[in-house]
């Protein structure tokens, strides 16, 4: 290897000039990747906020509105229950959340710590499922909510069929199997039941994991939107998607007030993922090391 | 890797129960073998009556900016009958009924009209309760929902036009009218209003609010750009290719001309002057001469690219009339009442606004109704939402409705008040002195089209792939005729 | 004596089980069922036979569907490759590095319905785009880009791409830090320069990651909907140039009401997923023998 034998210390200045170059290079790429990151919400966000006599469309683009107003906040705001579908968004997210979790939790840990009949053949077909387009059941989830479970329009048919996803019973298992036997043996000694060895040993230890499975099945939740749109069809029980699609109609003709809507459904999460955001990260790709 | 390994072996059991289901299904029932029917051309004489009423009559309002028509006189006298409340009309309704209506767009606009008509309407009939709903983009696809769960609401409001009452009404999901109302009250609204929408030989709705169609023109396009004058507009729809081209070469924009798709063959029929389907209505026809020059027309202004695309085959108003409300089409074919939209999203246009009569069919009828509301079959309580429908377009709610925006009622007596015969100020208002006379002569002249969504959407097809494929007209509409008679033969 | 059967595990799962067996194992033998019937959901079904995956046969959109799906499917290798660069780019310490991972995250936590509308208010015949163009001088009357057969599917295609950029970057990133530095220095030493060392070191220890992405976003690819509804309205674009098999089998379920025809597609779906995993795992598997 002949490159290697180069004086260092020629290799050394040479280093440092190719160190503040590449430095440069790597702020330009990322900036521009920002920037197609980032301009299609931007212009969104700008076109919300441009009042009356602001050009939407002109050659060259105005981007900058020249008289800056809420307006176009306050008008779909009046028009459309945007509250109700914060609310509905917010209370299907959380209990879907919540129960999920709770449900997933339960079912990984005897597939983690015990051994009973059907154990795996159970485990495999579970997971088999994992792969079902989750549209192949609307139909028949269609006829389970009008004739079996009467929930059609009520937040209660977005929580029940998302109660238990094998995705996080998958995940939370091997959460489960990272924990030591001893641990577990030490409980049982002690005369705890196994309910209770979960409840108060096992989750807590799990923690990290079961914040994971949250994240990913809130913002699953959040962002659903074929499910709700075939289960809502009073306004007032949209959630923020469903809703959304609702706007986007209503307000065809009326570009300032459909951008003023889509930057109204994006705020909330968007404030979550600011507080959250080591959390939502760890969160969002830590499933990849289940 | 155990457990990829298993995986892949339990993905494969999923995957032979499925092939063993799928064979064992295939033993069922033997599939009937679809016989198609040759498609048959019925040739009949349509009696094409020149109707030219409008021309002369509406005055284009040109760059003015005019204040909104102020409301002066209230209260139109209804004759008494013999119930208690005169406005009444519909016996036998269900104590303690409670009742869903859905309105098509109409919140928040016209919240205190509807929630007022309602406290007039709770007070009529005391002891039914009204519960009030508006959709706006999604309402078909709510409405097709809430029918799949048996949860749709007991009144609907459906647009004729767009072909909306016979989609439900073929599908068994309207409640007949003919036998649950009496004459009288059959005789108040327009006789051809009342039977703009027969399915299959009954009656599905009672005609609400009545459109008009205007060609809306922004004349800061049409005439200061394209120095076209007014009175040339034309009257028929032949001249549009032309009006498009030059309008295209003068100003550089494109023509906002909606195709109805959701109801392709009734458009056909009022534009093509098309016999659609066979008179015993056994086959579909619509691939003669007629219908295949309707669609060449089309086909040729694509070609020439002077039509915008998007708006020509979207299936909401809105979108056509958001190209002509952001100032950047120079005519669009809507109704007065939906000048409002433009006047709030683009006050700057309003200004420029004028309005003319639409361009008329080849069938040379002037159109059919808009709006209606229908009761639906299913309702616990069918004379409580009959006496709801009813009433909503009744002369006192329709003309209480006409004073707040430019629709017109479906019932003659509305027109007796001075408010029609009052001289228009406003450009919304251009159409008010003659629209009694227009709108009397709304007819329904399109049979009734069986498995119409299907057919439809197999027509939509036809068209699109002549209108952006190159399909020859006649190739894409006999394929098209082909594949409904297999419908029909089925 | 025969052991007693220990009960607390069932208890655990019963739940669990439940919910799945109700919404998803149910639900399936139901489609099933319900593809050999005709059906609008609101009358009970009727039993037809294999008719409806005859007519399938010989349905040009549902092989167009099936052909737009499968062409769907490259946006896998595409995220691969981008997401794979970009977690590169993004893996150094410079200041200010943490902002620009979290704005190439935000696309992810915003939802495809508002992203999507915001896509196409930029893609409207009067939006930024052709604005943009237009003032640039490349272009000399506006496109009609979403009433562009051909270019239906590479704008949601495009979408997808720009929606998943951000998760998938995340994973790479999290998995080029497991990555042993001394992995890299051997690779200097042996001559490597700075792009055949990602070649040699980064791609494979990445390989399952890549496992992982290639999966997930392939599944997504071939369920893929709400791209499709938003940027085209609902109506799955001009001549059916952005209908996919998701997106048909909801216009036959729930815009045609027939349901039976729908849960055949949905069967035609599920037998493709099945394949297409299978052979996903197949080439997973035959990736870490090679190891």
Redesign the interface.
């Known amino acids: ?1 002949t ?2 034998q180069t004086p260092a210390v020629a290799a050394r200045r040479r280093n440092r000039q190719r160190h503040i170059a590449e ?1 440069l290079f ?2 330009v ?2 900036l521009f ?2 920037a ?3 301009l ?2 931007a ?2 966000l700008l ?1 919300s906020l441009k009042g ?2 602001d050009a ?6 105005q981007l900058l509105p020249q008289d800056p107003t809420l307006d176009n906040y306050a008008r779909v705001w ?2 459309l229950p945007v509250g109700n579908f914060f609310l509905n968004s917010i209370v299907v997210a959380i209990a879907t959340t919540t129960l999920n979790v709770l ?2 939790a ?2 990984a ?3 983690a710590k ?1 051994k ?2 059907g ?2 053949t ?1 485990f ?6 994992f ?16 004739n079996v479970f009467q929930y ?2 009520t937040l209660v048919a977005l929580v ?2 998302n ?2 996803t ?1 995705f996080n ?1 998958f995940l939370l298992r091997q959460a489960f199997r990272g924990v030591p036997n001893d641990l577990i043996d030490a409980a049982k000694m002690d005369g705890a039941s ?1 309910l209770r060895i ?1 409840w108060q040993i096992l989750l807590p230890v799990i923690r990290p994991s079961l914040a994971t499975a949250a994240i990913i099945t809130f ?1 699953t939740s ?2 659903d ?2 499910w709700p ?3 809502l ?3 007032t029980n949209k959630t ?2 469903v809703g ?3 706007l ?3 307000f ?4 300032r007030a ?2 003023a809507g ?1 930057v109204m ?2 705020i909330p ?2 404030i979550l ?2 507080i959250l ?1 080591r959390q ?2 760890r969160g ?6 289940g | 890797m155990n457990r990829k390994l298993q995986f892949r072996v339990s993905l494969s059991v999923l995957a032979m129960l499925l092939v063993a289901v799928v064979a064992l299904a295939a033993c069922g029932a033997p599939p009937a073998p679809a016989a198609p029917a040759a498609p048959q051309v019925v040739k009949e004489t349509v009696v094409v009556p020149q109707t030219v009423v409008a021309a002369q009559t509406v005055v284009a309002a040109q760059t003015v900016v005019v204040p909104q028509t102020v409301v002066a006189q209230q209260t139109v006298v209804v004759e008494p009958t013999a119930a208690p409340n005169p406005e009444a009309v519909i016996p036998n309704v269900e104590p303690n009924a409670e009742i869903t209506l859905w309105t098509f767009w109409l919140s928040p606009t016209f919240d205190d009209y509807i929630k007022d008509t309602i406290a007039r309407f709770e007070k009529a009939y005391p002891g039914v309760k009204v519960n009030w709903e508006d959709h706006q983009a999604t309402f078909q696809d709510d409405l097709k929902n809430a029918f799949a769960a048996g949860k749709a609401p007991d009144v609907i409001n459906l647009s004729v036009s767009e072909g909306w009452v016979s989609d439900y009404a073929t599908k068994g999901l309207l409640l007949p009218l003919d036998d649950k109302v009496s004459q009288d009250v059959k005789d108040l609204y327009f006789p051809g209003l009342w039977n703009e929408q027969i399915v299959d030989g009954k009656n599905y709705q009672f005609p609400w609010y009545q459109g008009m169609n205007v060609e809306l023109i922004n004349m800061k396009i049409y005439s200061d750009t394209a120095g076209l004058k007014l009175e040339d507009f034309p009257k028929t729809i032949d001249g549009l290719p032309a009006l498009c081209k030059t309008i295209k070469d003068k100003t550089g924009t494109l023509c906002d001309i909606r195709l109805t798709t959701n109801d392709l063959l009734a458009q056909m029929v009022y534009e093509g002057g098309v016999d659609v389907i066979s008179k015993d209505g056994k086959t579909f026809t619509f691939d003669s001469p007629e219908a295949v020059s309707w669609l060449q027309m089309y086909v040729d202004m694509v070609k020439a690219g002077t039509v915008d695309k998007s708006v020509l085959v979207t299936d909401q108003d809105r979108v056509g009339l958001d190209l002509f409300a952001s100032g950047n089409a120079a005519f669009y074919q809507t109704g007065p009442n939906l000048i409002r939209e433009v006047r709030a999203n683009n006050p700057g246009l309003y200004g420029y606004l004028a309005a003319v009569p639409a361009p008329v069919g080849r069938s040379g009828v002037l159109g059919k109704g808009l709006m209606s509301l229908s009761a639906n079959a299913a309702t616990k309580f069918p004379n409580a939402s009959i006496a709801l429908a009813q009433f909503f377009t009744n002369p006192q709610s329709m003309l209480d409705f006409s004073k707040l925006v430019a629709v017109y009622p479906s019932t003659p007596k509305s027109y007796d008040d001075p408010f029609f015969a009052a001289k228009p100020i406003a450009v919304e208002d251009s159409a008010k002195p003659i629209a009694k006379d227009i709108i009397s002569k709304y007819a329904d002249i399109v049979p009734t089209i069986p498995h119409k969504a299907d057919v439809n959407d197999i027509v939509l097809q036809a068209v699109q792939s002549a209108l952006f494929n190159n399909v020859p007209a006649q190739q894409a509409l006999s394929d098209a005729v082909k594949k409904a008679n297999a419908l029909l033969a089925q | 004596m025969p052991k007693k059967l220990n009960l607390t595990p069932y208890l655990f799962l019963a739940p669990a089980l439940l919910v799945i067996g109700v919404f998803i194992l149910y639900p399936i033998l139901a489609v099933i069922y319900y593809s050999f019937t005709e059906y609008d959901i609101v009358t009970a079904p009727v039993w037809i036979g294999l008719k409806n995956y005859q007519q399938l046969w010989n349905d040009e959109v549902f092989w167009l569907a099936l052909r737009n799906s499968f062409v769907y499917l490259l946006v896998t290798p595409i995220l691969i490759v981008l997401c794979i660069l970009l977690a590169i780019a993004v893996n150094r310490k410079l200041p200010g590095i943490n902002a620009f991972r979290a704005i190439y995250y935000v696309p992810v936590i915003s939802g495809s319905i508002a992203v999507g509308y915001a896509w196409r208010m930029l893609f409207d015949t009067n939006g930024l785009i052709n604005g943009a163009l237009l003032s640039l001088g490349l272009i000399k009357e506006s496109i009609q880009w979403l009433a562009e057969p051909a270019l239906t599917l590479p704008i949601a295609m495009a979408l997808t791409i720009w929606l998943g950029l951000g998760y998938y970057m995340m994973i790479f990133l999290a998995g080029l830090q497991n990555i042993p530095e001394e992995l890299y220095d051997a690779a200097l030493i042996d001559g490597c320069n700075g792009i055949q060392k990602h070649w040699y070191v980064s791609v494979p220890g990445l390989r399952p990651q890549i496992t992982f992405v290639a999966v997930i976003s392939a599944l997504a690819a071939l369920e893929v909907f709400n791209e499709i509804y938003t940027l085209t309205g609902g109506l799955g674009g001009i001549l059916n140039s952005g209908v996919t098999m998701v997106f048909y089998l909801w216009k036959q379920a729930f815009k045609l009401q027939h349901a039976g025809y729908a849960s055949a597609i949905a069967m035609a779906l599920l037998v493709i997923t099945l394949l297409f995993s299978i052979v996903n795992i197949r080439s997973l598997e035959r990736g870490t023998e090679q190891e």
Do not use: C
Not at chain 1, 124 to 129: D, H, I, P, R, V
Not at chain 1, 131 to 146: D, E, K, S
Not at chain 1, 284 to 289: C, L, R
């Open positions: 290897m490159a290697a430095t790597w702020y790429l990322l990747i920002a197609i990151t980032i299609p919400l212009w969104t076109t009356p006599h939407i469309f002109s050659v060259p683009p009046k028009q449900l997933t339960l079912a840990y005897p597939f015990m009973f009949r154990r795996d159970i495999y077909l579970l997971l088999a499922t792969i079902v387009p989750p549209q192949l059941t609307y139909i028949p989830g269609f006829v389970l909510a009008r059609y329009d029940f069929p109660l238990a094998v019973i196994e979960w913002v959040w962002n939107f074929l749109s075939l289960m069809p009073t306004m923020l998607p959304l699609a609702a986007q109609g209503m065809a003709s009326d570009l459909t951008a889509i459904t994006i999460i968007l993922f600011i955001q939502f990260v969002m790709t830590g499933a990849v090391k």
